[in-house]
């Protein structure tokens, strides 16, 4: 079930798990996530580069592909700030939406975008009623009543106050979306807490508990908020596994020592599902011959 409304209508958490290829995605599934959030921090990373608008939109749908293509559950794709003015995030709605992808999140940062947490940048923000209009265009410009659209907004993560970050939450759900991230850098949770004390209306919230990390998706869901994503916990945890084993490897010179902290081939297999490449080739290939 790819339908994010449908799932929300269950009132039950929905928790997302962040990714950024197809093997990332099959984990998530696997673990037990509800959906894929397609982060633009994890994407950025695996090229090695910083999460700051410098990939495509192009490179990014590539990527949800690879990621919705490998799973059932639905994916979100971290659209940033729609790559552009409103033309550039019509355009990338109509191609996530053709993809099939569930849904998309454009946040209210001027292209192009700095991550959230990189600190020392200097941060714009869209006014209010441009993102709304942003938002305004891309749900109408959307085919389908199933696709999802989540509005962001960084005005917390920019230091402007509540007030700035409830009044446009207010307008993006106005204008139309179907859900409101608001994202906090701060290590407690009470902005998190606030907003949604004070959130008014009925469209579902969204919260990203990166830096405030004792909070819980349980929590979370107590508050108020209908969709808990964990958007980059899988990478950052990947990199730690890789360089740790790849020091006790050089080290040592031979690979038994990692014998224990990393899974087989088979392993591996299963993940990829070669068994049913296996069952295609015995189906329909001729015995002793090539398949060709
Ligand atoms: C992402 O995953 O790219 C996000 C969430 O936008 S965060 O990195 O926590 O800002
Ligand atoms: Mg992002």
């Known amino acids: 079930m790819k339908n994010l409304h449908q799932l929300l209508k269950s009132n039950k958490l929905l928790v997302g798990a962040g990714a950024h290829d197809g093997i990332s995605a099959?984990?998530?599934?696997?673990?037990?996530?509800?959906?894929?959030?397609?982060?633009?921090?994890?994407?950025?990373?695996?090229?090695?580069?910083?999460?700051a608008s410098i990939l495509t939109m192009t490179e990014h749908l590539e990527r949800t592909n690879e990621m919705d293509r490998s799973v059932k559950l639905p994916v979100i794709?971290?659209?940033?700030?729609?790559?552009?003015?409103?033309?550039?995030?019509?355009?990338?709605?109509k191609q996530f939406e053709r993809a099939g992808i569930a849904g998309v999140c454009l946040?209210?940062?001027?292209?192009?975008?700095?991550?959230?947490?990189?600190?020392?940048?200097?941060?714009?923000?869209?006014?209010?009623?441009?993102?709304?209009?942003?938002?305004?265009?891309?749900?109408d410009a959307q085919k389908s009543n199933e696709f999802f659209l989540i509005a962001r907004t960084e005005a917390l993560i920019a230091g402007n106050d509540m007030s700035d970050a409830l009044s446009r939450a207010e307008a993006?759900?106005?204008?139309?979306?179907?859900?409101?991230?608001?994202?906090?850098?701060?290590?407690d949770p009470d902005e998190i807490i606030t907003f949604?004390?004070?959130?008014?209306?009925?469209?579902?919230?969204?919260?990203?508990?990166?830096?405030y990390d004792s909070f819980s998706a349980k929590q979370l869901h107590l508050l108020g908020y209908k969709?808990?994503?964990?958007?980059?916990?899988?990478?950052?945890?990947?990199?730690?596994?890789?360089?740790?084993?790849?020091?006790l490897l050089i080290s040592a010179g031979q690979a038994s020592v990692l014998r224990e902290k990393m899974v087989s081939?088979?392993?591996?297999?299963?993940?990829?599902?070669v068994n049913s490449m296996k069952l295609t080739e015995q189906k329909y290939s001729m015995p002793g011959e090539p398949n060709l």
């Not at 949604?196 to 830096?211: E, G, H």
């Not at 969709?227 to 020091?247: C, M, T, W, Y």
Request: net charge neutral.
């Open 77 to 93: 794709a971290d659209c940033d700030n729609g790559y552009g003015d409103s033309i550039n995030a019509v355009n990338a709605i």
């Open 227 to 247: 969709i808990v994503i964990f958007a980059n916990q899988g990478i950052r945890s990947a990199i730690k596994a890789i360089e740790d084993n790849l020091r």
């Open 107 to 139: 946040e209210d940062s001027l292209f192009p975008k700095r991550c959230s947490f990189y600190s020392g940048f200097q941060r714009y923000l869209a006014s209010p009623k441009q993102h709304a209009l942003k938002i305004r265009a891309c749900k």
């Open 265 to 273: 081939i088979e392993d591996v297999s299963d993940l990829v599902n």
């Open 26 to 51: 099959i984990l998530a599934e696997r673990t037990g996530f509800d959906l894929i959030w397609a982060s633009g921090f994890e994407i950025a990373t695996s090229f090695g580069i910083p999460d």
């Open 196 to 211: 949604s004390k004070q959130w008014r209306m009925q469209t579902p919230l969204v919260a990203i508990p990166t830096t």
């Open 172 to 187: 993006y759900a106005q204008a139309g979306a179907d859900a409101i991230l608001v994202h906090s850098k701060q290590k």
